[in-house]
Structure formats: structure tokens, C-alpha cells
């Protein structure tokens, strides 16, 4: 064992987080508002400035206007059409022919023929669709003074405060996971002064033959409430089957409640508190037959003699159950003062404000806490809040990254729970996976593409140059594994190996040799989204798209073979500790060893493709070869120097520009190559160009959470890694984040840990671990092997010595 000159080891029994860990934890959170705290001195004006809540299925969105408030509502399985299946059943008899087009060279008709033998049918997917908007008129609240709105991320629940003609009035909403309700409370220091006349609007869309086959009602209901429902839109053939219903009850203190056929009006209450229940009639991707009405029903009658006080005592609980785990702190500054919109604009100007990395750290754990519960959908690409009936990119699942992405943090930031819907989503949608491997491919096994709806669509879409990703599936299979890496459960092991084993199987039967190479190869295949430089690669007219586009169809893409390894070993490790499929094992150890190597080019770069295709220009917002840099572990800064050299070749190249998750990755890459000032200048850069007034980070001008996450997931990469077969402390540290403490993040094999460092210097760390495994510690240069410890402590005060 070595030991640094300057460190104390201690070993400690601490298996789990006590009382008093927790309490501390707590207190650390608290101890500076700047860290936990959005607030802005104006109402918000755009959705991008609205303030987020969520319980993982019902979001809502607070404007905040004093005189005009409006709520933005959502409902997580509020998409367009019903169950459908788009899978092409030409797929399979035309697959042969494409690879050979794609072997010899003749990438324009390989295009061609995927196109129109593979995309689905249809070749678009559903979209994800608003529920509605609660509208709140408050007369007289025009000339409102003192103003300020906020979102405390330690309760989940957003504020708005603001006097008129001297009365205080304030407002709090939230969204209850325990109740499932939307709630929003009015209050006045002084009684009778509130009064105000609500409505609740629908959402059609004039883009489709200038309006969609949606439908909507809104009625007034005696004595106290107002109703939304309807149905959904048909789309591109597929009927629109999803019902929806809202219900925002005002119960008022005092005054009085009158209810019109569509409108209601409250006057002179001292307060009012709004339930909204919503609900669909989607029971799963194959069921829509679920009574939205007595569901909602349901909610009301269970909230029915419950006070305000106890349903946001029973929220604030449930959510601090979850938040609460994990702690840090950085320095504050005179900038963290400022509000929230004011704060971003002074740090991307170069001010100083290392809490404000803690703010957007803090903010991707609440976003995934909100968007992302047991029991509901996984995080689309705007999470669960839209407000457009044709929002970019159908606010789907895209697969390619983004979806991805959306679950980095929520193991090492220790809200692993959140990730329960993706698991969920990958044990049923192999159902459908293997529908399209077997029509599509004549493969077992299944496959998922670029992206998918809430109907679990798994068949190509969008055309060729996106379609040909078969990896998706692969991928998030990955984030399954890395699951059991950081909390090894076997039960919840045998629960994921036959979504593992299958997608493997997908590849065992698809993965053909390269005539040249003659190692294993996906094809037909791309490197997501990007276009490789290759001799005669022409731009063509695709039948699919109705444009022109050059053919991104290729075979054996890196990011495919880096991705395969992965799975591949993820099944061959399961099949051991579960000790089943021998033949399987040896079969997957046997491909493992044939597939494509990674190769470096010819500019030191890592190449992105088989052959020498890169662009030493081509500054791309995807760089799906560097995923065995990070977030895979095969590229390492010591085991693999020359690949690691490589990959900061193409990172170089790629630039630090980019789009909201484009930039977020990058922050991660650069804290795997240790490089933490490099890593911190992107994320100046990320809150710069790329970060809403909200947080919420943006793809060109499309409010999005994956950057959000992202960013979260690569904050914690500069504080911690465990990648390596090691727990490496502070491995990226910018010096912008001389000194600071963090509590409660997890590493993989089942530890969680403590930090606190000042001057660029370790000066604590506790490790506690659920497991008692071995573990291997490093700091610096310097590596600490622990074989059976519970746990241990670091004093940087100059001795050792036992507790």
C-alpha cells in the first residue's frame, strides 16, 4: 500500500450514508442559495425563460407574469397517432445486395436501395404534443413592485413574489409525485385580496392542411373546476387514438368561486390552491384503452380532504428523498449573486463564478429527478415540457446520442433511480426490436436505430443518412451495464441479460467480414449524422427526403465496432456471473477478437471510419468515435496513450464550438484526457452560446435538457472517475475550481464518496462502500490499494494514523 507523506488514513465501517451524514449533506446544500437556486427580477417572457416542474409524467412550465399569469401544461404519453408499426418487411431480402453495393465501392445506389427497401413506413415517427396552457388574469397586478421569480431545486417548487398597492402576494407550484397532481397556491398577507378569472386553452395544428384531426373541449364544471379534453392527431396515416383529459380545481379560502361554461372567476379570497390532475388513456406502446376521465377522478378523490400543507409536505419529501443524496459546493462569489440570466451573462463575459457550475450541476440532477421517475417514460429530448405541436426533432427519443446522453449523470450523481423508465424502455421495446431484426435484417436478436416514439418504433426513419445507425439499441444497452458497474445487484442482472443477449444477437447474425480488412463489420452502417470524405461521394437525389444529400451508408464505422465491444463484453461478463450460455460466451469471444481495430490516420487523428475519410476541417457536432473515449473506457489516458493521443488529435479538429450536447460531450472528453482548464473553457462556452436564460441547454435555437445533462455528467468527470479500474480523485480539476467539497457522489463497484480540496489540493476524502469489495484509490500520481475495507477517511494533517 502506498500512502502520501501528507495524507491520514483511517479505516472506517461506514457501509451507508447515517443520519448524520445525511444531516450534513443537507446542511451543505443549503449553506449558499446560489448553488440550489434559479431567480429572475421579471416574468418570464419565452418558454426558454419559463421555470420548470415535473413529477417524471405531469409537467408544467410557470411564466410568473403578475397581472397574466400562464402555466404550460404536459402530459408525458400526449403524442400523436396509436400503436403502428413502420417496420419494412422488404428489409431482409434486399440487405445482401446493399452490403455488396456498399463492399464494391458504389455508395450512391446502396443509398438508394436501403431507402427503399428499409426505411419505415411510415418514414417519420409520432410526435410528442402539449396538453394545454392554465391562463390566470389577475386585474389590477399591472403595476406590480418587488418583484421576483424563482425555482429552489432543493423542493422542487417554484415562487413568484410581488406587492401591490402594498399587499405582498406570493405564489408557489409544484408537481407531486406523491399525489400526481400539478399544484399552484395564491396567497396575500392581508385577506379578501385575491381575485382573479381563469381559463384553460387547447393546442391545434395549423401546419397540417391548416389544422390537424386533433380535438379539444373545454367546459366549465360546477362548483369549483375547469375541464380540457380530447383526442389526439392522426399522423402520416397513423390514426390519432391517444384521449386525454385535464382538470384544474380552485379551492378557495374565502371569496368566491363562479364557474362559466368555459371560464371560471375567483373574487376576494384570502387564498386559493389549484389542483390539476391530467391523464391519458395510454396503458402501454400496444394499449390505449385506459379511461383518462377515471383516472383523473382517481386523483381527486384521493386529494379530496388532504390540506395544501400536507401535499407539499408529503412533494418536498419525496423530492429531497432523491436530491438530497448528494451535495457540493464551490466557490460563491459577488456574481452569484446576481440573478439567474444576469449571472450566466457576466460568466460568459469571463466573470468569476465557480458556484454557477455548481447551479447547472445541481440543475441536471433536478431535471432528471422531474422528467424521469419510476414508473413514467425516460427524458424525450425536451424532457417532459413542450409547447409546440411540431417541436424540432418531434421531441422524441433520439438515439444517436441524446437519449443517451440524458442518463449520464444519474449514476456518479447519485440519482440512479431516475434511470428506472430507461430500463423499462429497453425491456419492451425488444419486442418490436425483434420484429424489425427479423423482417428488416433476417436476424434474431433486436435492433433499434436512430430514434424511436413513445410507440417503441424501431425500423430506420428519416432517410438513408440517418437511418443506416443500427447501433442505437447497442448503445443504450451500454448505460444497462454501467448500472450494474457502479451498484452490482445479480437480481437486477438476470432482469436486463435478455435485453443484453438479444441485442448481441442482432449482431452475431449481421456482423459480416470485410473483403479487404477481413475483420468483422457492420454494413450497411454511419457514423451518426456526419458525412465521410471519400472520392467521388457526390451529392444524389434521395426518394426518401426529396432532396439532395450525399451517402453517409458505409461499413464498419468506429463508433460500431467500439460500441460492439462494449456490448459484447457486457453479455460474455453477465454470462459468468449468471453462469449461462457457455456456447453464447464463446462465440461472443470468438467475434470480439475479429472486429475492427481502432486505427490512427494520417493527421495523428483517430479515425472516424475503416478508411481514411476524416476532414481535418470538419468540425461536426458529432464525434461518435470518441465514445471509447468517454463515455466507454477503451481509449484510457495510460493504458492506451497513443489512442488517447489520437482522440485529443480529432477533439482538436473537432474544435470547441458546437451545439448544447455537442459542447457537453466535449467537457467530458477533455476531463478523460485530464485536461480540466480545457474542459472548463468549454463550458464558458457552453453558458455562453448554448444555455437558455432557464438552463436548459439548446440545439441551434431548440431549448433541449440533453446538453443540460450532459454537462452535469462532465462536471462530474473533472471531480471524479472510476472508469479505469480505479477511483481517481480531482483527475480534472480547472483552476478556476481551487477549492470546493462534495458529498454523496458514487463511483463504480458500489462506493460513494466525500471531497473537500482547497488551493488545487486534496485535503478529505471519506470513501464509504455498500459492498466491501476491493478498491483502488488514486490522487495525482499517487495509488492506494484497499483489499476489504468497508470504507476509509484522508486527513491531509501530516500523519497516519488508525481510527
Known amino acids: ?52 416542474l415535473g413529477n417524471g409524467r405531469l409537467g408544467a412550465m410557470l411564466f410568473g407574469g403578475p397581472a397574466r399569469e400562464r402555466v404550460l401544461l404536459n402530459e408525458e404519453t400526449v403524442w400523436t397517432g396509436g400503436p403502428y408499426n413502420p417496420t419494412n418487411t422488404a428489409g431482409a431480402e434486399n440487405v445482401a445486395e446493399i452490403r455488396r453495393l456498399v463492399f464494391e465501392g458504389d455508395y450512391a445506389r446502396a443509398h438508394k436501395l436501403f431507402g427503399r427497401h428499409m426505411m419505415g413506413t411510415p418514414v417519420e415517427q409520432m410526435k410528442y404534443q402539449p396538453l394545454g396552457d392554465l391562463w390566470l388574469e389577475f386585474p389590477g397586478h399591472e ?82 373546476s375547469l375541464q380540457l379534453r380530447g383526442r389526439t392527431s392522426t399522423y402520416l396515416g397513423v390514426e390519432g387514438r391517444v384521449r386525454f383529459l385535464a382538470r384544474a380545481r380552485f379551492l378557495a379560502t374565502g371569496g368566491q368561486v363562479h364557474v362559466d361554461y368555459d371560464s371560471l372567476t375567483v373574487t376576494d379570497a384570502d387564498a386559493v390552491t389549484i389542483l390539476i390532475p391530467a391523464a391519458t388513456s395510454f396503458v402501454n406502446y400496444r394499449d390505449v384503452s385506459a379511461s383518462a376521465e377515471a383516472r383523473v377522478q382517481q386523483v381527486l378523490e384521493r386529494v379530496a380532504d388532504k390540506p395544501y400543507e400536507s401535499i407539499k409536505a408529503d412533494h418536498i419529501a419525496a423530492h429531497q428523498k432523491l436530491f438530497h443524496r448528494l451535495a457540493i459546493n464551490l466557490t460563491a462569489s459577488e456574481a452569484s449573486r446576481l440573478p439567474t440570466d444576469e449571472r450566466l451573462t457576466s460568466f460568459a463575459q469571463g466573470g468569476d463564478d465557480p458556484q454557477l457550475a455548481v447551479l447547472l450541476f445541481q440543475f441536471g440532477r433536478y431535471l432528471l429527478v422531474s422528467s424521469s421517475r419510476a414508473g413514467t417514460k425516460p427524458a424525450n429530448l425536451q424532457g417532459i415540457w413542450n409547447e409546440e405541436m411540431n417541436p424540432s426533432w418531434d421531441s422524441k427519443f433520439t438515439t444517436n446520442i441524446n437519449l ?100 448481441a444477437l442482432f449482431f452475431v447474425d449481421t456482423l459480416v467480414e ?72 464463446a462465440q461472443l469471444l470468438e467475434m470480439r477478437s475479429r472486429l475492427a481495430p481502432m486505427k490512427i490516420g494520417r493527421h495523428g487523428q483517430l479515425q472516424e471510419w475503416l478508411e481514411e475519410w476524416d476532414d481535418p476541417d470538419n468540425t461536426h457536432r458529432h464525434f461518435s468515435h470518441l465514445y471509447g473515449l468517454y463515455p466507454g473506457s477503451q481509449i484510457d489516458f495510460e493504458r492506451t496513450p497513443e489512442l488517447a493521443g489520437a482522440a485529443r488529435v480529432s477533439l482538436r479538429m473537432r474544435g470547441d464550438q458546437g451545439t448544447g450536447f455537442s459542447m457537453a460531450w466535449k467537457m467530458g472528453l477533455w476531463a478523460r484526457l485530464r485536461d480540466g482548464d480545457r474542459a472548463h473553457a468549454i463550458f464558458r462556452n457552453l453558458v455562453e452560446q448554448n ?63 466525500d471531497l473537500r480540496w482547497s488551493d488545487g489540493k486534496l485535503e478529505e476524502l471519506t470513501l464509504r462502500s455498500k459492498l466491501g469489495r476491493p478498491c483502488r484509490l488514486r490522487y495525482g500520481e499517487v495509488k492506494v490499494e484497499l483489499e476489504t475495507e468497508v470504507g476509509v477517511s484522508y486527513h491531509r494533517d501530516g500523519r497516519l494514523a488508525p481510527i
Open 691 to 753: 444555455t437558455c436564460a432557464n438552463l436548459f441547454s439548446k440545439c441551434y435555437e431548440t431549448p433541449q435538457v440533453d446538453g443540460a445533462f450532459g454537462a452535469c455528467a462532465g462536471i462530474a468527470e473533472m471531480l471524479l472517475q472510476s472508469h479505469a479500474d480505479e477511483i481517481h480523485l480531482l483527475p480534472a480539476l480547472p483552476a478556476a475550481w481551487g477549492s470546493g467539497e462534495l458529498r454523496g457522489f458514487r463511483a463504480r463497484g458500489g462506493f460513494e464518496l
Open 514 to 585: 470485410h473483403p479487404t480488412e477481413k475483420v468483422l463489420v457492420t454494413c450497411p452502417a454511419s457514423s451518426p449524422e456526419n458525412l465521410p470524405t471519400r472520392p467521388g461521394n457526390r451529392e444524389i437525389h434521395d426518394e426518401v427526403m426529396g432532396g439532395n444529400i450525399k451517402p453517409s451508408i458505409c461499413a464498419g464505422p468506429t463508433m460500431d465496432t467500439q460500441l460492439l465491444r462494449d456490448l459484447f463484453g457486457a453479455v460474455i461478463r453477465a454470462s459468468q456471473i449468471l453462469d449461462r450460455d457457455h456456447a453464447l460466451r
Open 143 to 224: 403595476s406590480a413592485t418587488g418583484y421576483r421569480r424563482e425555482l429552489d431545486l432543493d423542493t422542487a417548487i417554484a415562487s413568484v413574489r410581488y406587492e401591490v398597492d402594498g399587499v405582498a402576494f406570493t405564489r408557489e407550484a409544484f408537481v407531486s409525485p406523491i399525489d400526481q397532481l400539478i399544484v399552484i397556491h395564491l396567497a396575500a398577507d392581508e385577506p379578501g385580496k385575491i381575485s382573479l378569472a381563469a381559463s384553460l386553452t387547447g393546442y391545434r395544428n395549423t401546419q397540417h392542411s391548416n389544422y390537424g384531426s386533433e380535438i379539444y373541449r373545454i367546459d366549465g364544471v360546477a362548483p369549483d
Open 1 to 52: 500500500m502506498r500512502i502520501h507523506p501528507t495524507l491520514c488514513l483511517a479505516v472506517l465501517a461506514l457501509p451507508t450514508l447515517g443520519a448524520a451524514q445525511e444531516a450534513s449533506a443537507t446542511e451543505a446544500a443549503r449553506a449558499d442559495v446560489s448553488a440550489t437556486t434559479l431567480w429572475y427580477d421579471e416574468a418570464a417572457k419565452t418558454w426558454s425563460e419559463a421555470l420548470p
Open 404 to 503: 443517451q446522453m440524458n442518463y449520464w449523470p444519474a449514476e456518479v450523481a447519485n440519482v440512479a433511480d431516475c434511470a428506472g423508465p430507461l430500463v423499462d424502455m429497453l425491456c419492451e421495446i425488444t419486442e418490436p426490436g425483434s420484429y424489425t431484426a427479423r423482417e428488416s435484417y433476417g436476424a434474431r436478436g433486436w435492433v433499434l436505430h436512430q430514434n424511436t416514439d413513445i410507440w417503441w418504433a424501431t425500423a430506420p426513419m428519416d432517410g438513408p443518412y440517418w437511418g443506416t445507425f443500427s447501433a442505437g439499441g447497442a448503445w443504450l444497452c451500454t448505460q444497462l451495464w454501467e448500472h450494474y458497474l457502479y451498484e452490482p445487484d445479480v437480481e437486477y442482472l438476470r432482469r436486463i441479460y435478455p435485453v443484453l443477449e438479444g441485442a
